[in-house]
């Protein structure tokens, strides 16, 4: 969902970097999209914390990041160009379709609703319905199995390489989308343009 349907993979990277500069991690968040982008963000504090060698209380921490992206969300969502004629398009093909995000169910339901795509996308996992986050395959064969698709026939569009290694794990086609993914999932698209001509010829 986040960097791939709405743009709000940059408000996520935004949060944990300020809250991260309080701790003494400085991470630009451009490096925490391509490093962490779709990991759950209790995977990505203990990564951090020792990796510079700093405590801090996981779930005090989590919550604040969850609160703090929350009241972002309030100053407005936009989709990412092109993926509401995609969904669209998918829609038309009568292709199953689910999103599968680490995000929780609140903040999902938020996103999908307020920019339309919960009309076309019904099946939503979140890090709530599993146990182990991206870049374990999990959340994507819950989502396969909801869609009753086996997991062979299901494509991931990707904006983070934990997602595209998950992705393959579970055994489906994987698209990394972004200038960042070139090269990392089995297909690379700079666009949404780019990403229906590799759906076109992959269903057709």
Request: charged share 30%.
């Amino acid at each position: 969902m986040d960097g791939v349907l709405s743009d709000t993979q940059k408000i996520h990277a935004k949060v944990e970097s300020e809250l991260f500069r309080e701790l003494g991690i400085n991470i630009p968040p451009e490096e925490m999209t391509r490093r962490f982008a779709g990991m759950s963000f209790r995977t990505q504090i203990r990564t951090l914390l020792k990796e510079y060698h700093k405590t801090v209380d996981i779930d005090e921490f989590e919550l604040e990041k969850y609160e703090k992206y929350v009241e972002e969300l309030s100053h407005g969502i936009l989709a990412v160009s092109g993926a509401k004629p995609l969904v669209e398009w998918l829609s038309s093909k009568h292709i199953p379709m689910a999103v599968a995000t680490t995000n929780k169910k609140k903040a999902s339901s938020i996103v999908m609703s307020e920019l339309g795509f919960d009309n076309f996308i019904k099946t939503v996992v979140t890090s709530e319905d599993i146990k182990k986050g991206k870049p374990a395959p999990d959340i994507f064969i819950k989502a396969a199995k909801l869609l009753q698709v086996p997991t062979s026939e299901c494509v991931v569009i990707e904006d983070g390489e934990s997602g595209i290694i998950g992705g393959k794990q579970a055994g489906m086609k994987t698209i990394g989308f972004g200038k960042d993914m070139n090269g990392k999932g089995d297909y690379s698209a700079d666009s949404m343009d780019e990403v229906k001509e590799i759906l076109f010829k992959i269903i057709n």
